[in-house]
């Protein structure tokens, strides 16, 4: 009975290292053994490069490459690349071809290269395959290791097959075997609960399940989630457009996908542009990719305050408005943030398409005018109650009011756009929502006083 | 072979009130079977209430209960209480135990009472026992429906079950029997690979994997996801205190799980706090969640601003310091937030550990430092451009360095420190860090500003 790992006495990463020193693969290997879930992964990215080398060093390519496969990948990236190439290439060589594909293209060129020319040519060229599709495809999610039958056999040939292979094939995840016609192209699907209930001089042919659901290489990840929802299989066959089975793609690996890509978008809505930052890698590694999207977010949000700057005679004659200036401003970036988010869900979920940006900004303005009315009585309260000035606090609740409508419209519809425009929503409504809704907040606000002014100017 | 769905000539969900009006069950059923994965949750949340109780009342109870089981689980919660009781009672009783005590969970305490009235008394007990378990735990996840054997029975008495009863078998997921005693504790684990290699008079006890991975019913959802990472099983057996077998948890299941909460960690992040919201859903409803964050938000904001209020001599003294308020606000916000999302993620991986949030900020303080110097040094250069005055650079350059640092350490430390205090992350790190960060980014321009005053209004 496995219970949630408490916290050890030492803390493992030290253990670890203590271990390597001694040299002993089987002490190793037992401590990593009784490690709870993911802790591992915690210990090995307290670790220096050298220390981490040690690890893998030690331990079997198979038990380096399984150690590896259980990491986050980008941790896994930092693993390979600290090892000298030829150690680097034998651990790769024993990770399963999508995991291969997958850390490939993490790598810099130069590493890249230098693994694939230790790996054989064989190799080398499925993942080089691999490695070509999109990531989130059926073709960049699908694995090459699957059993695969002739339809002219017999039950029996298949049966003796599994027996004689049954170490091999039991390291392959998925539970079918599929049948092809002598030009590779996909037939039919074998069940083994089939294969368990009937006659072993059977022609495969008879008992196969014909013309099995496929999908092509091309298929997206999201169509792929949600088809898997609506059937039970646990993986599916993917073809190329002339039918030949090209590899499985399996539920859990779909479903990995998705999470990862779902675990990646706040990181990326916060502006970590590759969605991808552990605490492990290098200060200026992490530093230089915050900033790349800090920086042109510090441009925005020059540019948005620059209509402050225009209006500073007014500003100056109503020195209270300088208060409620970043309060407009955050407000209504967070209103329009939740209509952001609310996008991007239902996008992923497939309940809204990119083209239905007219639906979204009519369901969005009904929330404005709600939310913006009471957040701009309650601002515009505020501001009455602190001057006394009835009029400061009509053109603050007024600003902050309109301000809110156009924040949600525009949260809403931003995501669809862009990504009909084929950019990550992810990475762009932020900035984009935010800087719109600051100058148009501040604009608002202050050419509202301006108007006003003679009532304001009394305070 | 499925390609990606492409658009329709004519919505789909006009077809299906079309259908549905016609009352052919047949046409209906077609209908739902050829739309692509995805688009009958998008047709249906386009429909009114009464279109959509049309829909579930034509259908066949096991057909209506599949629909809801493909649907994102707030639009089957609204379908649900839209129909009458009896009717609804009569599909929940066809969905699936586990899909039955999420939707309880969702459900009214009137809908959910009324509705297990409707239920047999030993199915709505069931249901019930499932649903008291905590949702994101194994006991939350697990199914009741699974292959069971008595250690004593021989394989021949399994594969005749198995034959017998395969219809009803094949819609269990989990691809193992699982072995018992007479006191139903757990003992084993059958593959039917295993099953199938063997004489059939052989005892079921020589055959199985004794004293398998099992996990207790409160073993949290990330724990799971972790062991399940590290092992190539599709199920677990859960078992309470006693070794008692309660039920099955699937690999699929809890990658489900995993996937469903960080797709709703975004929506919290922005402050849609139970995480869901269709725009399907009311308005009133809708604007009310939202709203609810956003009152918190708006007063923690006037607290935040009313540090400028306290400084408006220095403000009025040096008005174009209102222009880089706003500016300082958001940045120190942004790159707070980038050090929220990677923390956050580092706990939901098992990197970082709650009570390790003293090595979160030494991490994040030499992020801080090198940010803060440079967007510090770009923001001061824009000052000092703009109005020529050197010390105003000065005030407004060190005021964004020293905040950044203060931002991302405080950014990186708090959803650990939230965490330990057992509350989401996800919801409350926003507001805290940047009512602090706004706070602390004015007093140290205003506070600055009023040191250096002699050189700032010879502008």
Chains 1, 2 share one sequence.
């Not at 005018?369 to 515009?380: E, H, Q, Y």
Request: net charge negative; glycine share 8%.
């Amino acid at each position: 009975m496995i219970d949630s790992g408490n916290v050890k006495e030492t803390e493992p990463w030290r253990e670890l290292v203590d271990i390597v020193q001694g040299g002993d693969v089987e002490e190793l290997d037992q401590y990593l053994e009784s490690l709870p879930p993911g802790e591992p992964g915690r210990a090995l990215s307290r670790m220096t490069d050298e220390e981490q080398a040690g690890v893998l060093e030690l331990l079997p390519d198979e038990e380096a490459a399984e150690l590896l496969e259980k990491l986050p990948e980008e941790l896994a990236v930092q693993l390979i690349e600290h090892l000298p190439v030829e150690e680097a290439a034998s651990i790769f060589g024993e990770i399963e071809s999508r995991g291969q594909a997958e850390l490939l293209t993490r790598f810099d060129e130069e590493e890249a290269v230098a693994i694939l020319d230790h790996l054989e040519p064989e190799e080398a060229n499925n993942v080089r395959v691999l490695a070509e599709f999109p990531r989130d495809s059926a073709g960049g999610l699908m694995v090459t290791e699957y059993l695969v039958y002739q339809e002219d056999l017999r039950v029996k040939d298949v049966l003796d097959d599994l027996r004689d292979h049954s170490e091999e094939y039991s390291s392959y995840g998925v539970q079918y075997a599929y049948v092809v016609s002598p030009a590779r192209q996909l037939v039919g699907v074998l069940r083994f609960r089939d294969l368990l209930l009937t006659s072993q001089q059977k022609a495969v042919r008879s008992i196969m399940i014909d013309a099995p659901i496929c999908v092509t290489t091309a298929m997206g990840l999201e169509e792929l989630k949600r088809l898997f929802d609506e059937c039970a299989l646990q993986g599916l066959p993917v073809v190329d457009d002339h039918n030949h089975l090209m590899g499985i793609v399996s539920r859990s690996d779909a479903e990995r996908a998705i999470q990862r890509r779902a675990s990646q978008t706040l990181l990326k809505f916060t502006g970590i542009v590759g969605g991808e930052e552990l605490r492990s890698m290098p200060l200026l590694l992490r530093s230089r990719r915050r900033l790349s999207w800090l920086s042109v977010n510090i441009l925005l949000n020059v540019l948005a305050a620059s209509v402050i700057a225009w209006h500073q005679d007014t500003l100056s004659s109503v020195i209270a408005l300088a208060v409620f200036l970043p309060i407009i401003s955050d407000m209504s970036g967070c209103s329009g943030n939740q209509a952001v988010a609310v996008s991007m869900r239902e996008l992923a979920l497939g309940l809204v398409k990119p083209y239905e940006h007219l639906r979204v900004l009519w369901k969005e303005a009904g929330i404005g005018i709600v939310n913006g009315a009471v957040l701009g009585a309650a601002l515009g309260g505020v501001a009455f109650l602190w001057k006394g000035n009835p009029m400061l606090g009509l053109v603050v609740g007024a600003a902050l009011a309109l301000n809110t409508v156009l924040a949600v419209c525009l949260g809403g519809a931003i995501p669809l756009l862009l990504r009909r425009a084929n950019q990550d929503p992810a990475i762009a409504s932020g900035p984009i929502l935010t800087t719109v809704t600051d100058m148009c907040g501040f604009l608002f606000v202050l050419s509202f006083a301006r108007i006003t002014l003679p009532w304001l100017v009394t305070t």
